[in-house]
């Protein structure tokens, strides 16, 4: 009886210390995320009044994983039966994959698990964007199209039209969710590719197509 007390004071004292930070640092651990709120408590009109890119520069303060959570629920999460998701997609595909670069490695975010599975160990904020505030921002998000998704019929042209078309939706859901959050970001489309593909072992038909950093404004 003693040895279970002993036992059961250690086990609480392990996760009071660690139980809430422990995901986000573990190398090679996927994060799981949270649920998304069924309100923000900002109506629309609201959110589109406050949509804009952030021109300032983004401090270097974290956003919670909850904020993180919700925007990519907004994103391309699953909001219906059948796995169908918040922003539209051509050919009812779903073949743009989102990942997230942060401070301590590199995720790739998955819908039906609400979670971020781990991708890579290493901070690639800096390197994947023309733009040196990216750098500095609490995540950097980065649109990958997985053309191989699609029939393979299609051009590769159209493909990508297609897929361009697709991210701006979820661009468009991003925008928004960051602004009912108060939460800085923008579409960027000027990647260092090479980087972004490298960082991510893609193949020749997964094309990186977008960033966006996400955090606090300056
Ligand atoms: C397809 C697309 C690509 C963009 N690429 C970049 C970019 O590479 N760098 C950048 O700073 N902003 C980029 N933007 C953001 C635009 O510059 C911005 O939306 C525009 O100036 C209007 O400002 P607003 O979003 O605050 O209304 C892009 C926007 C879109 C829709």
């Not at 998955?110 to 921002?137: C, H, M, R, Y």
């Not at 990958?144 to 042209?157: G, I, N, Q, S, T």
Request: charged share 15%; glycine share 6%; hydrophobic share 45%.
């Amino acid at each position: 009886m003693k040895k279970l007390r002993l036992f059961l004071v250690l086990l609480c004292v392990f996760i009071m210390c660690f139980g809430t930070v422990y995901p986000a640092f573990a190398a090679g651990a996927d994060i799981k995320l949270e649920n998304h709120p069924n309100s923000l408590h900002v109506d629309l009109m609201s959110a589109l009044m406050q949509r804009q890119s952030t021109r300032s520069g983004f401090t270097s303060q974290k956003i919670p994983v909850s904020d993180l959570s919700t925007i990519l629920w907004a994103a391309n999460g699953i909001n219906r039966k059948n796995n169908q998701r918040t922003a539209p997609t051509a050919l009812g595909k779903y073949f743009i994959d989102i990942y997230v670069a942060a401070n301590e490695g590199v995720y790739k975010y998955n819908p039906a698990g609400n979670l971020l599975k781990w991708v890579s160990a290493s901070n690639i904020k800096t390197n994947i964007g023309t733009q040196p505030d990216i750098g500095t921002a609490s995540h950097v998000l980065i649109f990958v199209a997985d053309l191989r998704v699609l029939p393979p019929v299609m051009e590769r042209a159209a493909k990508l039209d297609m897929a361009n078309g697709t991210a701006g939706t979820i661009a468009e859901n991003v925008y928004l969710t960051a602004a009912a959050l108060k939460l800085g970001t923008r579409l960027v489309a000027s990647i260092k590719e090479n980087n972004i593909r490298e960082a991510l072992q893609l193949n020749k038909d997964e094309v990186p197509l977008y960033i966006m950093p996400l955090g606090y404004s300056k």
